[in-house]
T-cell receptor, first 114, second 112 residues
């Protein structure tokens, strides 16, 4: 069975601080996709990134960066110089290659204070 | 270019009633998935529709059923509503089942 664990329920930071959201996943399959989504108060899930299990290169997109390590089954997400607009719930998710079901973690609620 | 649209936005029902939620996928998308998100939890996969057929189902009872129409839009039906069915119901569309999903704003269902 597959599982995604986001151990941090809530994180509170002050604007301009860096923050890392942790994600640990479990699967016996060797091919899969990992995702991060952002859910603002409006409720819509906004896609941030998809990572293939074969690609362990870290990725940077503006203030966002992702660290994928298969050895520890982790796919962590760092926001550099956080802003108030980053306040949201962030979900890490897993889907097996060739599968159709996406498994989400419980989410981490991020508060960024001005 | 309209994204995924869901209706209604909010809905209040009582136990035992039936409800139908609707979803129009993003233009060009042919696959629709439905998720249930209880308060404070991550979305839980209900099922996915492709070519008007249910392709995969999560751990939900038969009270949850769906349909996909030739224009790729979809409905989620829930019968014999229980208090525990209160949640945000999210629809997601994609091109095929393997591409990143685009989500709608959801329908918030409250059961009294």
């Amino acid at each position: 069975a597959q599982k995604v664990t986001q151990a941090q329920t809530e994180i509170s930071v002050v604007e301009k601080e860096d923050v890392t959201l942790d994600c640990v996943y479990e699967t016996r399959d060797t091919t899969y996709y990992l995702f991060w989504y952002k859910q603002p108060p409006s409720g819509e899930l906004v896609f941030l990134i998809r990572r293939n299990s074969f690609d362990e290169q870290n990725e940077i997109s503006g203030r966002y960066s992702w660290n994928f390590q298969k050895s520890t089954s982790s796919f962590n997400f760092t926001i550099t110089a956080s802003q108030v607009v980053d306040s949201a719930v962030y979900f890490c998710a897993l889907r097996l290659t060739g599968g159709f079901k996406t498994i989400f973690g419980a989410g981490t609620r991020l508060f960024v204070k001005a | 270019d309209a994204g995924v649209t869901q209706s209604p936005t909010h809905l209040i029902k009582t136990r035992g009633q039936q409800v139908t939620l609707r979803c129009s996928p993003k233009s060009g998308h042919d696959t629709v998935s439905w998720y249930q998100q209880a308060l404070g939890q991550g979305p839980q996969f209900i099922f996915q529709y492709y070519e008007e057929e249910e392709r995969q189902r999560g751990n939900f009872p038969d009270r949850f059923s769906g349909h996909q129409f030739p224009n790729y839009s979809s409905e989620l039906n829930v019968n014999a509503l229980l208090l525990g069915d209160s949640a945000l119901y999210l629809c997601a569309s994609s091109i095929g089942g393997g591409q990143p999903q685009h989500f709608g704003d959801g329908t918030r269902l409250s059961i009294l």
